[in-house]
């Protein structure tokens, strides 16, 4: 079996969308595709995990009622997530919630630039966006 951990160097060396070296976006409850904290991404990574969110109560109950359930602890994996806890969602997810209003803030500092291929950065810093 294939394992997608500790083949690359942590955050892969990705930049951020301020063009920056990406930073941790979660390292308490670990995140990330590759489960180093970071929100970079690769080839393999079909979802594109790549923005560092905020998560809030709308936002966790719009994912659970898209059939994602961020909030039920799953083992030692994954301890379920409050609002106020950072994580990386994917790409795809996060656009759905903003075109319904339920889009979390977004830490820029913490997502990577290949969100920008999905999501103007101006949308990101006008409407969710936090530095930290």
């Given amino acids: 079996m294939k394992t997608r951990r500790r083949t690359r160097k942590r955050g892969g060396g990705a930049k951020s969308v301020l063009g920056k070296p990406l930073i941790p976006c979660n ?5 990330g595709y590759y489960r180093d904290g970071f929100c970079s991404t690769g080839d393999e990574d079909a979802g594109t995990h790549v923005l560092c969110a905020v998560m809030d ?4 109950l719009y994912t659970l009622k898209q059939g994602n359930d961020l909030i ?6 994954f301890p379920g997530l409050v609002a106020g806890d950072r994580w ?3 790409a795809l997810r ?3 919630a903003y075109r319904a209003g ?3 803030r977004v830490v820029l500092k913490s997502t990577d630039k290949r969100a ?4 103007p950065l101006e949308i990101l810093k006008n409407n969710y966006g936090t530095p930290h």
């Fill in 27 to 31: 390292v308490k409850k670990v995140t």
């Fill in 57 to 60: 109560d709308d936002f966790l």
């Fill in 72 to 77: 039920t602890p799953r083992g030692p994996n």
């Fill in 88 to 90: 990386c969602v994917c």
């Fill in 94 to 96: 996060w656009i759905e």
């Fill in 102 to 104: 339920k889009a979390p």
């Fill in 116 to 119: 920008l291929q999905y999501i």
